[in-house]
């Protein structure tokens, strides 16, 4: 058995294309929760409510922002608390009887996405 080694000298130019391309990334920061503080444990008479000092802050995220919304509600107490506006962050509150209330202020960021794809 005998081997032999074929040695191929191209004698005519060869063209090479090369093609490249580039893609930019640009990583953005998570969004993170709003920060709400609803306002200073406080007594107020029943004939003149209570009026919201609330204050809710957001890092901007997602961009473009999604929509913060805001909602007040009692979470507990012995009547019915009546909000002029639930989703507002300044409001005011009446309240049917006397007691003591538990009212809490819920701000949420999220933007709505699309579903996922299949």
């Not at 953005?28 to 209570?50: F, H, K, L, R």
């Not at 009026?51 to 019915?80: C, F, H, Q, R, Y």
């Not at 409001?91 to 999220?110: H, R």
Request: glycine residues 6%.
């Amino acid at each position: 058995m005998s081997s032999f080694i074929v040695w191929l000298i191209l004698l005519f130019p060869v063209s090479v294309t090369i093609s490249a391309d580039k893609v930019t990334v640009t990583v953005t920061p998570a969004n993170t929760p709003p920060i709400v503080e609803a306002g200073p444990d406080i007594t107020v008479p029943i004939e003149t409510g209570w009026t919201s000092t609330a204050t809710v802050i957001d890092d901007g995220l997602p961009n473009p922002p999604g929509k913060l919304t805001l909602m007040w509600e009692k979470i507990s107490g012995p009547g019915v608390v009546t909000f002029a506006d639930p989703a507002a962050l300044k409001t005011t509150a009446s309240f049917s009887i006397p007691g003591i209330y538990v009212l809490e202020l819920t701000a949420t960021d999220i933007a709505v996405l699309p579903p996922p794809i299949p």
